[in-house]
């Protein structure tokens, strides 16, 4: 997952294209940004935004207007839920 730094804005548009079905036949996670933040939300109870709402197929948009403590939580599942999804594969 990458993302560019969010300039003057209260959200992120990270990368996670490399989690969705590719031409390539690698195994993935989803077919869709919409799928996985389906999944965000039922499995680490953390909700995005598909890019796919914002014509940014591929991303997912996370929103940081909140407290530090609930940013560095969600980052936590994020990461816990990415790890797992990679070890799986």
């Known amino acids: ?17 490399s989690h969705l079905s590719s031409a390539s036949g ?9 799928e996985i933040s ?3 939300l039922e499995k680490v109870q953390v909700a995005v935004v598909p890019g796919e709402a914002f014509g940014a197929p591929g991303y997912l948009r996370l ?3 909140t407290s530090i403590e609930r940013i560095d939580e969600g980052l936590r599942r994020l990461n816990r839920f990415f790890s797992r999804a990679e070890a799986a594969s």
Do not use: D, R, V
């Not at 997952?1 to 294209?17: D, R, V």
């Not at 690698?26 to 919409?34: R, V």
């Open 63 to 65: 929103s940081y207007a």
């Open 26 to 34: 690698k195994p993935a996670l989803a077919k869709t940004c919409t």
């Open 38 to 40: 389906k999944m965000l």
């Open 1 to 17: 997952m990458t993302c560019e730094w969010p300039g003057g804005a209260f959200y992120a548009f990270p990368n996670i294209s």
